[in-house]
């Protein structure tokens, strides 16, 4: 803003708009996403769990007769191998990934979980204007009383042809033309300014194509804004669906300008029932073609008495085209695929809304028209209650409340106001509902690989628990030594680890239902399966470890060579958890597990090679034989689960019940 005025100070804090709004937003409340939520349940269980591995062991050690210094340092260090260590780092290690490719494909994270919790949206609720299309409004027709005119020109030219039935038409040689954009272009807060050979728009993209066709037409918005002075304005509101200014005419005679929704304005002009409803039908017809329409009118005769106005002069409608944005027609199928609905918000009229939905295949069901703010807030209310996980986009300072209240508030980055980028999770660059998408599957990726990590965590350190415990229970000491469990879970652990939350997607990864954000990371089922793959890992190590008890007893050699087999098998099991479903050699690649095979094997051969550290972990040198067991403890278990693996898959996970209720239309579906 530049320039001076007085201002008179009707409220201040609470009482102001900006107060009303803020008091929303607090009302409004945040909720805790879907990993917040699952992260916490699964940490609580995970303490009572290692603590009943502490004293299971420890008891059934001494039983035994082990030593009770050693069996309390061997529970000790098998409590921490039942807590994984490396979930917390590999976590945000996982979600910063995904911030970091979701920056560069045009979405901006403003909380990490929030990635996470897009990939279990149920609902996106998009506005339409400059999200699904590009807010890039021009001026396509006129419509006076009794005559239709074409303009060309595109949204940014100032040269454009006009035209009536074909022929060529001169608008300045035509004063019903030069009145209607007039008044079009003086009630109006828009501006424009030449940038080149074509024009840079500033304020509201509608008002602004209202400048380009007068432009067009020959006019100088800028002139005639000097030449009718503004004396007085009322600015739009979703409850007038109009704007007024009262101008002084370059004669100096008073007069009224009003643009509208056309339904508004027509309510309000001097016309008999049978010609209202004439040019409400024509008003129909446009909008059924997918134009938005705006009706400008004036009242020649001098300013009314206060703000209720009636008996203006109908000027005509004027029809405008936003273009879809490329691709959105295939996010939204993209969106369907997923099991995702897609709602599609938008404050113009009705069959406006229709015609546009059409073209991006929507169903009726999935259009809302005439919302206001307020009707976003409801609707995302709504869509909660019905169980829906909620992802709403907004750009308006009125917005913010309904993007606090989404489970992911989406605002706009180019248009949006810094109120709504500051209520948002996520910020578009691009404005662009293609990124949403884009956004949906990362969150996807995200969930599913932390789920690969912990399968692999937890599968892995289950093994390392049911091998000393089965070897004690047969009387035998325990195969791992303390500083070796330590080694495991603090050292090799993390690179099979890191490998999985850099995993590519899985092809069918936009072909699943959306999750059910109720369900636990680790279900029963889930952690059934756990259990049998590291009983599995275990035997496999066991065998290992026999196979050396079996020829010299138990020693040094025994407990490396276990040790060797458990590190090993790490980067195998990875390989199996990159998916339930089909073989990994079946998935895209990921070189990462490779390398940390060959960085494990690096390690392990350091651990029995190099004296300090083979007397610290009490490690003794391995024979190649040795080496070669060790492998096949490894590989037979691995072969074993992905045969498994291939005789029965499991059923999808994420499926969730429709919600009927949610699927029609709400408070703010106006006909």
């Known amino acids: 803003l530049a320039g001076s005025g007085t201002a008179v100070v009707t409220a201040t ?114 506005d339409k204007t400059g999200t699904m299309t590009e807010n890039r409004m021009a001026v396509t027709h006129l419509v006076l009383p009794h005559r239709t005119l074409g303009i060309g020109g595109g949204a940014v030219s100032p040269r454009g042809a006009f035209s009536e039935h074909g022929a060529a038409l001169d608008p300045r040689a035509d004063p019903d033309v030069v009145r209607l954009l007039t008044a079009g272009a003086l009630v109006n807060d828009a501006s424009v300014e030449p940038q080149g050979e074509e024009l840079r728009l500033h304020g509201d993209p509608t008002e602004a194509a209202l400048l380009v066709a007068a432009l067009k037409a020959g006019l100088d918005p800028a002139a005639l804004a000097r030449q009718w002075p503004r004396r007085r304005e009322i600015p739009f509101s979703p409850e007038s669906r109009l704007m007024a200014t009262f101008n002084v005419t370059p004669a100096g005679a008073p007069v009224l300008l009003v643009k509208g929704a056309p339904d508004a304005v027509l309510a309000r002009c001097a016309l008999g029932e049978a010609e ?72 113009d009229q009705r069959p406006t809304a229709e015609a ?35 992802a709403m986009t907004g750009d308006g300072v009125n917005d913010a409340p309904a993007l606090v209240r989404a489970d992911i508030g989406i605002a706009m980055g180019r248009h949006g106001t810094d109120v709504a980028r500051e209520a948002a999770d996520l910020v578009l660059t691009d404005d662009n509902f293609a990124t949403i998408v884009g956004a949906v599957e990362e969150g996807r990726v995200i969930y599913a690989n932390l789920r690969k990590v912990i399968h692999f965590l937890f599968s892995c350190n289950l093994s390392e628990i049911l091998t000393i415990f089965a070897a004690i229970l047969l009387g035998f000491p325990a195969p791992l030594l303390p500083l070796q469990i330590l080694w495991v879970n603090l050292v090799t652990d993390i690179l099979p680890a890191m490998a999985l939350v850099r995993d590519p997607a899985e092809p069918d990864i936009m072909r699943r239902p959306p999750r059910d954000p109720r369900e636990s990371l680790v279900t029963r089922r889930f952690g059934v399966r756990m259990l049998g793959e590291g009983a599995l890992l275990a035997a496999g190590v066991l065998s290992a470890y026999f196979w050396v008890v079996g020829r010299e007893g138990v020693g040094p050699r025994a407990h490396t060579i276990a040790f060797l087999a458990l590190v090993l098998f790490q980067p195998f099991q990875a390989m199996h958890c990159r998916s339930e479903r089909v073989g990994w050699w079946r998935l895209p690649r990921n070189p990462l597990i490779w390398v940390s095979l060959l ?18 972990l009490a490690t003794a040198p391995l024979s190649p034989v040795d080496w070669a067991v060790a492998a096949a403890a490894v590989l037979w278990p691995v072969l074993v689960l992905e045969a498994v693996k291939g005789w029965g898959r499991p059923a999808s996970r994420g499926v969730r019940s429709p919600h009927p209720g949610a699927r029609g239309g709400g408070a703010n579906d106006s006909k």
């Open 599 to 616: 960085a494990l094997a690096a390690l392990q051969w350091w651990a029995t090679s190099w004296a300090p550290l083979a007397r610290l």
């Open 276 to 347: 209202r409803e004439r040019l409400l039908e024509r008003n129909r017809a446009l909008a059924h073609r997918g134009h938005r329409v705006l009706a400008v009118a004036w009242r020649p005769e001098g300013w009314p008495e206060g703000e209720r106005f009636e008996g203006l002069t109908f000027l005509g409608f004027v029809a405008l085209d936003d273009p879809l944005r490329a691709g959105v027609k295939e996010a939204i199928a993209r969106c369907r695929e997923a099991g995702i609905r897609t709602i599609m918000l938008t404050g």
């Open 356 to 390: 546009v939905g059409r073209e991006l295949g929507l169903a009726a069901d999935a259009i809302r028209s005439r919302v206001s703010p307020e009707g976003k807030l409801e609707l995302v209310r709504a869509l909660q209650a019905a169980g829906e996980v909620v």
């Open 13 to 126: 804090g609470v009482a102001t708009e900006l107060g009303r709004i803020g008091q929303l937003v607090a009302l409004a409340g945040e909720r805790a996403t879907p990993l917040e939520r699952q992260v916490e349940g699964l940490g609580r269980r995970l303490i009572g769990l290692a603590v009943g591995v502490c004293g299971i062991v420890a008891l059934v050690g001494i039983l035994h007769g082990q030593p009770i210094g050693l069996m309390l340092e061997t529970a000790i260090s098998l409590a921490v191998a039942a807590i994984p260590e490396g979930l917390p780092a590999v976590t945000a290690v996982a979600l910063a990934a995904g911030l970091w490719r979701l920056a560069r494909a045009g979405a901006l994270v403003r909380r990490l979980p929030a990635v996470e919790a897009l990939g279990s949206t149920t609902v996106i609720c998009s």
